[in-house]
């Protein structure tokens, strides 16, 4: 009916007037800034602090007739002199655990020490030197493939929407899987292959979230044409806030559990998914958003803001 037709010339206002974003850009753009030159610092002064799945060192995989109990096994292994330790279980009766090859101690050392540390029954099935080459390959494959996550959500956003808001998302997901890697940078927190998914998940989860945000900037584009971008894009962040509040909370408080509850193996995984979530949810706000009013490139009903702001200026 003609009463449910928007006026292109008023904001609606359904839940009180829009709260003004764009005006705090700016603060936004420096605080992105902020962690863009301490995540550069910290990557170049410090590095990632590598697990063994990109270091290498010594893989034995054990076998007894009770079955292996994964925290008591890693809590062993500590006793026994290795303070870092990767231990996985198969089939309750097998485990493979993983250490580091440190000094002058041979393989074959190293696996007798893990044995005496397992207990009597083990039988040690299988002793594997996995050799630093092998690492760097896996931790570059690592690499790639959060590049090419990257580049994909991209090349999805480009073609779902316009170019414009395909740049912005492009940029908006680099920024958070780069902020994710200058936290684990700071913090010298264990980077494994386990941490590389959660990178791709806070990855996932920053495109959902710019998705949402664009999806109703666009459509509030087409409705209220006479509206400057500013206007639309503070409706469009406010008429969505509750919703990536909600689920950025709901998610929050999974990944708690799985931190508290995953024991060593999840912790950083799960602290991943929860930094993540807090810089995507700020990120959607303050850096996808912002750059489509400085970003180059022609927007929807760009003609008829244009002509609105001629006439002002006339008038």
């Given at each position: 009916m003609w009463w449910d037709k928007p006026n292109p010339n008023k904001p609606p206002a359904p839940d009180g007037p829009a709260f003004p974003f764009m005006k705090i850009r700016w603060f936004g753009f420096i605080f992105t800034a902020l962690i863009f030159i301490v995540t550069t610092w910290s990557l170049w002064t410090n590095g990632l602090n590598m697990g063994l799945d990109f270091t290498g060192g010594v893989q034995i995989e054990a076998t007894r007739d009770t079955p292996f109990d994964p925290g008591q096994v890693r809590a062993e292994v500590t006793e026994a002199g290795f303070e870092e330790s990767n231990v996985t279980t198969s089939d309750g009766n097998r485990v493979i655990i993983r250490v580091p090859l440190e000094g002058d101690a041979t393989v074959a050392e190293i696996a007798g020490k893990l044995q005496a540390a397992l207990g009597e029954g083990a039988r040690i099935l299988k002793t594997d030197n996995v050799s630093g080459k092998v690492s760097e390959e896996l931790f570059g494959k690592g690499i790639l493939a959060g590049v090419l996550a990257v580049l994909g959500i991209g090349?999805?956003?480009?073609?779902?929407?316009?170019?414009?808001?395909?740049?912005?998302?492009?940029?908006?997901?680099?920024?958070?899987?780069?902020?994710?890697?200058?936290?684990?940078?700071?913090?010298?927190?264990?980077?494994?292959?386990?941490?590389?998914?959660?990178?791709?998940?806070?990855?996932g989860y920053s495109i959902n979230d710019t998705v949402v945000v664009y999806d109703r900037i666009r459509e509030m584009l087409k409705k209220f044409k006479k509206l400057s971008i500013v206007q639309v894009i503070d409706i469009a962040i406010t008429s969505t806030l509750t919703r990536t509040i909600m689920t950025s909370f709901a998610t929050m408080l999974a990944a708690g559990a799985m931190a508290i509850l995953g024991g060593q193996v999840l912790f950083g995984f799960a602290i991943s998914i929860m930094f993540g979530i807090i810089i995507g949810t700020y990120s959607s706000i303050f850096v996808a958003a912002p750059l489509l009013i400085h970003l180059p490139g022609k927007i929807p009903g760009a003609k008829y803001r244009e002509e609105a702001a001629k006439a002002a200026t006339q008038s």
């Open positions: 090349a999805y956003v480009w073609l779902r929407f316009e170019f414009k808001f395909g740049t912005g998302a492009f940029i908006t997901t680099f920024h958070d899987v780069y902020a994710v890697l200058g936290f684990f940078s700071l913090t010298q927190m264990t980077f494994d292959l386990t941490i590389v998914a959660g990178v791709l998940t806070v990855a």
